[in-house]
């Protein structure tokens, strides 16, 4: 059964930083795209970050830009989220999912996904 499991998160003071790994069992990640993607109480899920397969290219909500730093390692099959100088307005649960077609900024464009890794940050 192919599934996508993540895992890093935890509580953090704000101005720390975690790392989440996104590890693909039961297949490869064959997709053009891994994403990133978190949900906060009362809040739809939205884009965090995102990879290509090679790795050259990531994107990045505005939210998280240059705080946050996607990578894959296509031999170990992961795909990571480092985070750094966390805020409390980053706590959320973080979901991991493999790309379909579409808009990458979209979760309807992700057709697999993780079952989240809760974050929080704590001021």
């Known amino acids: 059964q192919v599934q996508l499991v993540e895992s890093g998160g935890g509580l953090v003071q704000a101005g720390g930083s975690l790392r989440l790994s996104c590890a693909a069992s039961?297949?490869?990640?064959?997709?053009?795209?891994v994403g990133w993607f978190r949900q906060a109480p009362g809040k739809e899920r939205e884009f965090v970050a995102a990879?290509?397969?090679?790795?050259?290219?990531?994107y990045y909500a505005d939210s998280v830009k240059g705080r946050f730093t996607i990578s894959r390692d296509n031999a170990k099959n992961t795909a990571d989220l480092q985070m750094n100088s966390l805020k409390p307005e980053d706590t959320a649960v973080y979901y991991c999912?493999?790309?379909?077609?579409?808009?990458?900024?979209?979760?309807?464009?992700?057709?697999?996904w993780g079952q989240g890794t809760q974050v929080t940050v704590s001021s």
């Open positions: 990879v290509t397969w090679s790795g050259g290219n990531t």
């Open positions: 999912a493999s790309y379909y077609r579409g808009d990458l900024y979209y979760t309807s464009s992700y057709n697999l």
């Open positions: 039961g297949r490869t990640f064959s997709t053009s795209f």
